[in-house]
């Protein structure tokens, strides 16, 4: 009885590995990048900081066909990690499975870490030009390594607007730097889904205790005044409330003046969101839709981080087939 009991626990656990077969980067895809250290130095030290949930995607050793699927790339958002850390920092697991579940392979799904992934330092990030150029380099050695032609982005909150400003290119104006890579990927880019992104800033950085944090400066989400001479976090999240005049984070107003990042752009948030802010309102505007958006849909009822984990069958059929109804429209690839 006792073997018979082992021998079934044993099974079970070889059955969870098997499930949890992702991250870190497949030592196949480190070898690619391990060949310019240079210019894959970004990827190279995630891979060496946060350890197995830290990065992921690449070819398995078995793996030598073709990729079947364009590569999806995910974006954590701030204090947030690739895949499951921890209580807060979730990562993109369940998005992962949800993809893998459905005939996805981990050559065909990529993300990293960055930053630190504890939420009681949220407040001290902004978004830097080494995350833009670091991303930046990753996008090119996904396309590289997998000799797609286009690839798909999956977003969430900060990482929206990493994302779209390392596929536009060009450069960033910050208070003290300034980067510059090619001009645009966008050509590159079938679908892009950016969920609860901050692209007109949050009102909730109006509060005296965060104006001074540098997640609600320049470089990060503050949504200005819109040159009234007193603007209140309430105001800017009222519903009859209008901009006269822009002044919400410069990085922000500088991303927004660039191109439409993708082929298909979606933007998902939920109006009970209180990060973003309650009914996603930012001076009037929906502060996470993407300029240019082909696709808009809002939920009731998720918080922020269950964004990412309530919309893992949305992602999928917004990335495959450009629309959130499985059975419905097109696609082919
Ligand atoms: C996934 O990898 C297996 C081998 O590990 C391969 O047989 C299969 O064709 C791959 N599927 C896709 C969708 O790439
Ligand atoms: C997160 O940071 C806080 C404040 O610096 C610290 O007290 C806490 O131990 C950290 N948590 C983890 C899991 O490292
Ligand atoms: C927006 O783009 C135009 C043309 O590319 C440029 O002249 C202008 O200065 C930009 N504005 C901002 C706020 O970056
Ligand atoms: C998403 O995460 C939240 C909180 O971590 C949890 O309560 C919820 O059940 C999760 N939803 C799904 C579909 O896994």
């Keep these: 009885l006792i ?4 021998r079934i626990l044993t099974l079970l656990l070889a059955t969870t590995a098997a499930a949890e077969e992702f991250g870190p980067f497949t030592k196949d895809f480190v070898k690619f990048m391990q060949r310019n250290p240079e210019r894959n130095e970004y990827m190279l030290s995630a891979y060496r900081e946060y350890g ?8 398995a050793k078995d793996e030598t066909g073709e990729i079947s699927h364009h590569p999806v790339v995910f974006v954590h958002g701030n204090s947030d990690s690739a895949l499951h850390h921890s209580e807060i920092a979730t990562g993109w697991t369940d998005s992962v499975h949800y993809f893998k579940d459905h005939g996805y392979n981990v050559s065909s799904l990529y993300g990293l870490s960055y930053g630190s992934r504890n939420i009681s330092d949220s407040m001290h990030n902004s978004i830097t030009c080494r995350n833009l150029v670091g991303l930046r380099r990753f996008l090119e050695a996904i396309i590289a390594y997998t000799q797609t032609e286009k690839v798909d982005i999956v977003a969430h909150s900060m990482g929206v607007s990493l994302a779209r400003k390392a596929i536009q290119g060009g450069m960033v ?15 590159q880019v079938d679908a892009f889904v950016a969920i609860a992104g901050a692209n007109y800033g949050m009102c909730m950085c109006l509060q005296d205790s965060l104006k001074g944090e540098a997640a609600c400066g320049q470089k990060g989400f503050g949504p200005g005044t819109c040159g009234k001479s007193e603007g209140t976090s309430d105001q800017c999240g009222d519903e009859d409330e209008e901009c006269e005049e822009d002044d919400y984070a410069s990085i922000l107003r500088q991303i927004n003046n660039g191109t439409k990042e993708a082929t298909f752009l979606a933007s998902l948030w939920s109006k009970d969101d209180i990060v973003v802010g309650k009914n996603n309102l930012v001076w009037g505007r929906k502060t996470s839709k993407v300029p240019y958006s082909d696709y808009t849909h809002a939920y009731s009822g998720f918080t922020h981080f269950q964004m990412k984990n309530e919309t893992t069958a949305d ?3 917004l990335v495959t087939r450009h629309s959130r109804h499985p059975l419905r429209s097109k696609r082919n690839h």
């Design 3 to 6: 073997m018979a009991i082992y």
């Design 52 to 59: 197995n949930d830290g990065t992921f995607g690449g070819r």
């Design 173 to 187: 104006v910050s208070l003290d730097q300034y980067y510059s890579t090619p001009p645009t990927v966008t050509s």
């Design 315 to 317: 992602q999928f059929n």
